[in-house]
């Protein structure tokens, strides 16, 4: 299984990047997928959750309202479009599956950076 993450970079505050994890070695439709973040100095961290036809989502409170998780079963495909974005979202940003509320997921990507200049 590979989940390659993309499409990280520096953005001055309140613009927008939009992330993309291509999904392989899995049958990408059967899985609920998230997005997590790690910033410096600190632990992992949900950011946003999707079901497996993309028709329910979920997103961490510091996020809400700004980020839009999606994905594109077609493509093997899962994006997280950030608007808005603030310093503090400055982070490693991962994406992994499944998601569950009571486990940790089995497969993760490599990460993409995205940092978030004031």
């Known amino acids: 299984v590979q989940l390659q993450a993309s499409g990280g970079g520096l953005v001055q505050a309140g613009g927008s990047l939009r992330l993309s994890c291509v999904a392989s070695?899995?049958?990408?439709?059967?899985?609920?997928m998230g997005w997590f973040r790690q910033a410096p100095g600190k632990e992992r961290e949900f950011v946003a959750a999707?079901?497996?036809?993309?028709?329910?989502?979920g997103y961490a409170d510091s996020v809400k309202g700004r980020f839009t998780i999606s994905r594109d079963n077609t493509k093997n495909t899962l994006y997280l479009q950030m608007n808005s974005l603030k310093p503090e979202d400055t982070a490693v940003y991962y994406c992994?599956?499944?998601?569950?509320?009571?486990?940790?997921?089995?497969?993760w990507g490599q990460g993409t950076l995205v940092t978030v200049s004031s």
């Open positions: 070695g899995l049958t990408f439709s059967m899985y609920t």
């Open positions: 999707i079901a497996y036809s993309g028709s329910s989502t």
């Open positions: 992994a599956a499944p998601y569950s509320d009571v486990e940790s997921p089995r497969y």
